[in-house]
């Protein structure tokens, strides 16, 4: 799954969602994203992972999460918080609601992941300690 970096236009990954899907979602999905399949990742998206199945960027989902963390794997905000680290979503668990509404370049963008990482209660405490 991925962000929007709206300066890049790029698609960079946060994580991967395993959680959280019915049946009748699962079903949906493929109805949606059937003819939606790739032969070779889109240049636009960026992930340290290697998929079985690439999507076009056009499907925008609603997940929730534990928190937000440092990833070695994951694009978002790469280099911008630790050098060599991006952000990534921990314990990703999809809402059930697909965002019909939004166009992928309208998800959740790169700058907002930053801000949500940064407001985040131990992310705050960590930097009093310094």
Not at 21 to 48: A, C, M, N, W
Request: a negative charge; glycine letters at 4%; one cysteine or more.
């Amino acid at each position: 799954m991925s962000t929007y970096d709206e300066e890049a236009d790029t698609y960079p990954s946060v994580c991967k969602v395993g959680t959280g899907f019915t049946d009748e979602s699962l079903d949906q999905f493929y109805q949606i994203l059937s003819d939606k399949i790739i032969v070779k990742k889109d240049p636009r998206i960026e992930s340290g992972l290697e998929a079985d199945v690439w999507f076009e960027p056009e499907v925008v989902i609603e997940v929730v999460a534990s928190e937000i963390t440092l990833s070695p794997i994951h694009k978002v905000a790469l280099d911008k918080i630790r050098k060599g680290s991006g952000l990534a979503l921990r314990f990703p668990k999809f809402t059930g609601k697909i965002r019909f509404e939004k166009t992928p370049e309208n998800a959740t963008s790169v700058s907002e992941v930053i801000i949500m990482y940064n407001s985040q209660k131990k992310v705050v405490q960590d930097e009093k300690q310094f």
